[in-house]
């Protein structure tokens, strides 16, 4: 089961990930691209939103 700051981080890479493609498909390129930039934007929130909600973990 996860846990809320889990389930948290994984809603917010996915929200993330799909503005991203949504806004890339938007511009008029090509879908992969836009699948690839929303994965890279989910790769990044996955990255940086377990520090912000951690703080002094380290």
Known sequence: M???PGLL???IAALTAAIACALTLAT???WPTAL???GAAGGVALGV???LLGGDDD
């Open 2 to 4: 996860l846990s809320l």
């Open 9 to 11: 981080v994984l809603t």
């Open 28 to 30: 008029g390129v090509s």
């Open 36 to 38: 690839l930039s929303g």
């Open 49 to 51: 939103v377990p520090r």
